[in-house]
């Protein structure tokens, strides 16, 4: 008996885009003016100016920690920033401060709620009525 060899399925070839058909070629992306980071500003306010004007503007009473300046300081550049921290860190002044700086500007604050944390808060829903 003569067998022929299993040939391998293989992927579909996809066609290509043939150009000619269309009235315009693709668009093309404008080349950057700069050798910098596109999107992110550059600010000449430096950490320890971030942190002395936010304690202006909020009237604290209290120092503002590094690592609280430096996120607002980033943030404010452009960068996308991700904080996790617990309950009592301060988070909250990251997000009065960088309010508090631009007042034209929105702060968008998301907030994860761990799943070992929904009895808990179920159990405030349920006491509050």
């Given at each position: 008996?003569?067998?022929?060899?299993?040939?391998?399925?293989?992927?579909?070839?996809?066609?290509?885009?043939?150009y000619?058909?269309y009235?315009?070629?693709?668009?093309?992306?404008?080349?950057?003016?700069?050798?910098?980071?596109?999107g992110?500003?550059?600010?000449?306010?430096?950490?320890?100016?971030?942190?002395?004007?936010?304690?202006?503007?909020?009237?604290?009473?209290?120092a503002?920690?590094?690592?609280?300046?430096?996120?607002i300081?980033?943030?404010?550049q452009?960068y996308?920033?991700?904080?996790?921290?617990?309950?009592?860190?301060?988070?909250?002044?990251?997000?009065?401060?960088?309010?508090?700086?631009?007042?034209?500007?929105?702060?968008?604050?998301?907030?994860?709620?761990?799943?070992?944390?929904?009895p808990?808060?179920?159990?405030?829903r349920?006491?509050s009525?």
């Open positions: 008996m003569n067998h022929s060899p299993i040939e391998v399925p293989r992927t579909p070839r996809r066609p290509r885009p043939n000619r058909n009235d315009q070629t693709p668009r093309k992306h404008k080349t950057p003016s700069s050798a910098a980071l596109q992110l500003n550059n600010r000449s306010e430096t950490v320890k100016d971030v942190k002395e004007r936010v304690t202006k503007r909020l009237k604290l009473y209290f503002m920690d590094d690592w609280q300046a430096q996120m300081h980033r943030i404010r452009g996308d920033s991700i904080l996790i921290a617990g309950t009592g860190y301060g988070k909250s002044l990251i997000f009065q401060g960088l309010a508090a700086l631009d007042l034209r500007k929105t702060v968008e604050i998301r907030c994860i709620v761990a799943r070992t944390r929904l808990r808060v179920r159990d405030m349920d006491n009525a």
